[in-house]
């Protein structure tokens, strides 16, 4: 039915010429009232949102969000008060805004937008879909749900002062994965496990550390071992290979997770190892292994940042400080262990686990020679937090209603992306409305006519349930994917349970795939099929595990190229290595980028917040980006 | 303004505001947890701002209105349960505006601003007026003027939005660097000043000269005056009636009359879109801008707004405009 609307929109649209500005008249209001809406995600956007649906006269309203509720998101998500800390966002939030308009009939699911409950056929209920979400993995399911549902989609996200708000159609504007997003920052396990370089390297080690000791336990537990690795390409070889190392967690057990015994583990012995892989430190600094009685006493000058009403978190720790507190969070998290048994979730709010990174990962930091930070910076870095406040989210919210209104009176044309700044752009503009829709990808993975793409691996060495797990979920998020060769129609993997799981350890080589292999990838629930142009190549050190590219030409050239930083979408995502967003430098937009740079030449002197980049990304993992771990 | 008493925060502050102490700093919000603010006319726009105020952790927010909440209220005014239309807007609002934030103080003033001595401004650091008549927003700034109180005055029409803002002297700090990857970022201090609202609108827009920097903009001063207008003559906002709309267009031609300004730029559509009451996706946004700038100029960081933002119902999208008299 939806979709029937959507295709008589399209028709009238297309004889639009002329724009007519939003009159909100009782004929549009009746429009309002009769729709039917949903809204997945009921965070900081979301809670705006739905007050702005219920006051503006939408009654019939669907809310999905997984989350529960925690005391960092009420400076903002204003629906919640200190009583509903833990409970189900969607479900409180649907109580708050029902007293707005009691004649409201609201829906609300606490649940996960991937769920399969969610098909097509349930977006296709609604005229229009809202998404206010904090990550990537379920804006690109909700894009591709949409594009199969044929109903109008209306991404949005915030960062800091910044926002934006666009507009998602098939076949009539960008989807949201037409443009190449620029990957999390992903380092190599054995920077992690052998040669830290920089802070984040240690905080990465510590969070590994941390699962490898008090963790559920991990099928891919052996992806965030924290000892030395004496197969690193640079090692120069293992001095004494025959030595059968004990896995730190078993080892953790045994000794009761003494804080002594961890710490001459973590930060002598194995740092002695280090040091025996001589290879590793022909060129790089070599670490200095701590002594426990030392490190204790070690009261060293940490220069401490320039302001006199720090918080307590922002004073950084003395190494005999780290120690002392790394000692302190041992016997909390041992504790907290002993009451669940499941295994303990690495959670930035909670105190030991928190206290534990930072003080791991400094002292980490030092014994590698790199600067060390507060708890409060290390916060930020470990836990991924984004800094989002009130007003960006009412800006992005009001401006996403506004633009429904005008996906249901037909005027998608006046629903060009607009983008919050923090500070006006040269023509003074502060909330910058783009001139047009912006034009699909024909070349997209997702919404073009035939999708496909290109990876290339080493078919000798990836296995089928590492390729079904790092490339279909991880990089093309797929949910539940099933595959098939194309010459054979042989299914290599089916989504049924255990169908075949036989495959599961043979190499892509093994089951019959060679350079130049085509394969179907296809998943039901999103009703999404893609081709993959299977390529074959050998992978260095720094390399990730695969590589891929929409177009096959792009993975040719040098490897120079692809491995450079400037290049993230060509690099893929690697369990063996962590991500990490960077701040909210990802986004900004230069509505007029000639006059700013024309600009920028005659000043030495340019305010900090400008970017120069153009957006390349939708603000994903915006908001509370609590989701992503690393 | 805000003197700088720098008392630390506490645990609870520090976890609650923890996101936007991220952003904007500690010293941010120490100045911001000892601003007063006050908030007059309880409308639609009013309550975004007192919602978004109260839960930055601002000192106080006092809400001033004498007017009873109607039942259109519910539109756009959320702080008001449905169940106390027809009470006094402030003090309906109360309840709600404090469950945002039990760390901020939130009280309700029932009198007419008009009956409000000069004195009584001087216990806030900012005033912000919501859809006040010109001459009540001319009388409050120069109040705010003479004591140094930062004024703003803002209005939500249909899609139109309008904010004026008035710091008189107003001096910050903004971060700055080279523009080179990896340059020190460095802070200097700026000073800004902002005429009075009764010389912006006295300027007289007969002059050739002043209109020439009128022609680039979308033509929101011009609907903000004809809106003035009508307020001025009806003593209430327009309705989407034929009347009012025709006594619209009768404003805006007497407005123009002598100006050498193009009609076309202030179509009659124009006045279809700001006369159907507040829509509360824009009050939304705009309440946010005034709620940052609020925060803006409590915290003395980064450049404020010239004296003029402007929601443009033609193309939905907000611009600063600097309206000065020469």
């Known amino acids: 039915m939806a979709s029937k609307d959507t295709e008589v929109i399209f028709k009238v649209n297309n004889n639009m010429t002329n724009t007519s500005p939003l009159i909100f008249n009782s004929e549009l209001k009746q429009v309002v009232n009769s729709s039917k809406v949903l809204v997945v995600g009921a965070g900081g956007i979301g809670c705006e949102l739905l007050k702005n649906l219920v006051l503006t006269g939408f009654e019939d309203i669907e809310v999905i969000d997984l989350d529960t509720i925690d005391v960092s998101n009420l400076n903002r998500q204003f629906l919640f008060q200190k009583k509903h800390v833990g409970k189900s966002k969607a479900e409180v939030a649907k109580q708050s805004v029902l007293q707005f308009n009691p004649n409201a009939k609201i829906i609300a699911h606490h649940a996960s937008v991937t769920s399969p409950d969610f098909g097509v056929g349930f977006i296709q209920k609604f005229n229009v879909v809202m998404n206010a979400l904090d990550n990537r993995v379920a804006r690109n399911h909700v894009n591709r749900l949409c594009l199969a549902a044929g109903v109008p989609l209306i991404e949005s996200g915030t960062s800091g002062y910044s926002g934006q708000v ?32 920089l802070l984040i390297h240690c905080i990465i080690w510590a969070k590994h550390l941390f699962n490898q000791l008090f963790g559920e336990h991990d099928p ?37 997770y003494d804080p002594q015994q961890l710490f001459v583990k973590l930060f002598e012995d194995d740092i002695q190892y280090l040091l025996t892989l001589k290879g590793l430190w022909e060129d790089r600094r070599p670490p200095t292994p701590l002594k426990w009685n030392e490190a204790l006493e070690t009261v060293d000058n940490v220069l401490q940042p320039d302001n006199q009403n720090m918080l307590k978190d922002q004073k950084i720790w003395n190494l005999s400080e780290c120690v002392k507190m790394f000692q302190e969070s041992l016997s909390g998290l041992k504790k907290a262990l002993e009451e669940n048994n499941n295994g303990l979730d690495w959670d930035k709010d909670d105190k030991s686990s928190m206290d534990f990174v930072a ?25 991924n937090i984004i800094p989002a406040i009130a007003t960006s989210n009412a800006v992005v919210a009001g401006l996403v209603v506004l633009n429904a209104i005008n996906v249901l009176r037909g005027k998608l044309d006046q629903c060009e992306s607009v983008y919050l700044r923090k500070a006006p752009n040269p023509r003074n503009i502060l909330i910058v409305r783009e001139k047009c829709l912006e034009q699909p990808n024909p070349k997209c993975c997702v919404c073009s006519e035939k999708p496909q793409v290109t990876i290339a691996t080493d078919l000798m060495k990836m296995k089928l349930k590492d390729f079904e797990s790092l490339v279909l979920k991880e990089k093309l998020n797929m949910i539940e994917p099933d595959v098939q060769r194309d010459s054979t129609g042989c299914v290599i993997i089916s989504s049924e349970e255990g169908e075949t799981d036989h495959n599961n350890d043979k190499t892509l080589k093994e089951l019959g795939i060679s350079d130049g292999t085509i394969l179907l990838a296809d998943d039901f629930v999103q009703n999404y099929q893609l081709k993959i142009i299977m390529a074959h190549r050998e992978l260095g050190r720094e390399d990730p595990p695969f590589f891929m590219a929409g177009d096959p030409s792009e993975l040719k050239p040098q490897k120079e190229e692809v491995k450079s930083d400037d290049h993230p979408e060509k690099n893929g995502d690697d369990t063996d290595e962590v991500n990490i967003i960077d701040d909210d430098d990802e986004l900004m937009i230069i509505e007029e980028e000639e006059e700013e740079s024309r600009k920028r030449k005659n000043e030495d002197i340019v305010p900090v917040p400008v970017k120069k980049r153009r957006t390349e990304e939708m603000p994903n993992n915006f908001e509370t980006n609590e989701t992503i771990h690393i | 303004m805000v003197e700088d008493t720098s008392t630390n925060l506490t645990e609870d502050e520090t976890e609650l505001y923890d996101r936007q102490i991220r952003l904007w700093g500690i010293e941010s919000q120490q100045r911001l947890r000892n601003a007063r603010v006050l908030v007059i006319g309880l409308d639609g726009l009013g309550a975004e701002i007192v919602k978004n105020l109260v839960l930055s952790g601002v000192k106080s927010v006092l809400m001033l209105d004498d007017k009873e909440s109607i039942p259109q209220d519910t539109s756009s005014q959320f702080l008001i349960p449905v169940d106390k239309v027809g009470q006094n807007r402030a003090e309906a609002s109360c309840q709600r505006a404090q469950n945002l934030n039990p760390l901020v103080s939130v009280q309700a003033d029932t009198h007419n601003v008009s009956e409000k001595s000069d004195d009584f401004f001087h216990d806030f650091e900012v005033v912000v007026s919501c859809s006040q008549d010109l001459a009540q927003n001319i009388r409050l700034d120069n109040i705010c003027r003479s004591r140094g109180i930062a004024f703003i005055a803002a209005g939500v029409y249909g899609t139109f939005g309008y904010i004026f803002y008035d710091y008189l002297e107003h001096t910050y700090s903004v971060e700055y660097s080279s523009g080179k990857k990896g340059a020190e970022v460095k802070t200097k201090i700026e000073t800004t000043s902002y005429p009075s609202m009764e010389s912006v609108f006295n ?14 903009p979308p033509p929101a001063f011009f609907i903000l005056k004809t809106l003035y207008k009508f307020r001025e003559e009806f003593k209430r906002d327009p309705t989407d009636s034929e009347e009012d709309f025709k006594a619209l267009l009768k404003y805006r031609d007497t407005l123009l ?11 009659d559509v124009a006045f279809r879109c700001v006369a159907v009451g507040q829509l509360s996706p824009c009050c939304a946004i705009i309440g946010a801008v005034v709620s940052q700038e609020v925060i803006k100029v409590v915290s003395k960081k980064d450049e404020p707004h010239k004296n003029f933002f402007f929601f443009n119902p033609f193309n939905l999208s907000g611009f600063i405009q600097s309206i000065v008299p020469s």
């Not at chain 1, 037409?178 to 396990?189: R, S």
């Not at chain 2, 009359?257 to 179509?267: A, L, R």
């Open chain 1, 166 to 197: 666009e507009l998602i159609v098939k076949k009539l504007t960008k989807c949201y994965e037409c443009d190449p997003k620029a990957n999390p920052k992903t380092f190599p396990g054995c920077t992690i496990r052998n040669t830290p370089s």
């Open chain 1, 220 to 256: 891919r537990e052996e992806d965030f071992d924290v000892s030395p690795d004496p197969t690193d390409a640079e090692s120069g070889g293992d001095p004494n290979p025959d030595v059968r190392r004990l896995s730190t967690r078993e080892w953790a057990k045994t000794v009761g």
């Open chain 1, 359 to 383: 003080s791991a990962a400094n002292i980490r930091a030092h014994i590698f020679g790199i600067p060390v930070k507060s708890r409060f910076d290390i916060k930020s870095m470990a836990g």
């Open chain 2, 203 to 216: 300027i007289n827009l007969s002059d050739p000269e002043v209109i020439k920097s009128f022609i680039r």
């Open chain 2, 257 to 267: 009359d002598g100006v050498d300004y193009p009609k076309e730029n202030i179509p």
